[in-house]
Antibody, heavy 121, light 108 residues
Framework: QLQLQESGPGLVKPSETLSLTCTVSGDSISSRNYYWGWIRQPPGKGLEWIGNVYYTGNTYYNPSLTSRVTISVDTSKNQFSLKLSSLTAADTAVYYC?????????????WGQGTLVTVSS | SYVLTQPPSVSVAPGETARITCGGNNIGSTSVHWYQQKPGQAPVMVIYYDNDRPSGIPERFSGSNSGNTATLTISRVEGGDEADYYCQLWDRNSDVWVFGGGTKVTVL
């Protein structure tokens, strides 16, 4: 059974860089059928796609965040990671990692439980 | 960038039918997926490829997609269906994944 688990700090200071890792179990992150993505949700607001990564390292980012986002994959550890720089209070959110298909099948069929990240001094 | 528009809220009595719309330019030309999110929980996919249900999702959930509107229909609504619902698609023109703003379904 596929499981995804986010890990990282719950509190980060403004202007710093957030680093989160998603550990995948029950499936290989090197599967050619899937992308691996990050989605966030500010308190009381809707879902915002951050970006996706393929096992080859190819990435796709939300245009509104692309200047601050880096998503990478570590196939040896079956993990993928998110880095978000120049943080402000507006980046406070629950961050989810998820598995996505490709093209028209690009739905997020499995999600992690989410981790709350607060940006505050 | 591609925009998906959902009504902020829908209210429905138990046993009735809830219809949640997702508007987008020529949305019928691509596949739309739907997620249910209950308070404090991660989203769960309830419909994919416009009208396919993952295993474990009741037949009461169905979808349609044509023209500029996709619709999630929940038949015989139950109290447990009270949640936020999000539509989502992949925009092939820009290789981005897009979510609608979400609709809160309230069971009266």
């Amino acid at each position: 059974q596929l499981q995804l688990q986010e890990s990282g700090p719950g509190l980060v200071k403004p202007s710093e860089t957030l680093s989160l890792t998603c550990t995948v179990s029950g499936d290989s992150i090197s599967s050619r059928n899937y992308y691996w993505g990050w989605i966030r949700q500010p308190p009381g607001k809707g879902l915002e796609w951050i970006g996706n990564v393929y096992y080859t390292g190819n990435t796709y980012y939300n245009p509104s965040l692309t200047s601050r986002v880096t998503i990478s994959v570590d196939t040896s550890k079956n993990q993928f990671s998110l880095k978000l720089s120049s943080l402000t209070a507006a980046d406070t959110a629950v961050y989810y990692c998820a598995r996505s298909g490709q093209g028209v099948t690009a739905c997020f069929d499995s999600w992690g439980q989410g981790t709350l990240v607060t940006v505050s001094s | 960038s591609y925009v998906l528009t959902q009504p902020p809220s829908v209210s429905v009595a138990p046993g009735e039918t809830a219809r949640i719309t997702c508007g987008g330019n020529n949305i019928g030309s691509t596949s739309v997926h739907w997620y249910q999110q209950k308070p404090g929980q991660a989203p769960v996919m309830v419909i994919y490829y416009d009208n396919d249900r993952p295993s474990g999702i009741p037949e009461r959930f169905s979808g349609s997609n044509s023209g500029n509107t996709a619709t999630l229909t929940i038949s015989r609504v139950e109290g447990g269906d009270e949640a936020d619902y999000y539509c989502q698609l992949w925009d092939r023109n820009s290789d981005v994944w897009v979510f609608g703003g979400g609709t809160k379904v309230t069971v009266l």
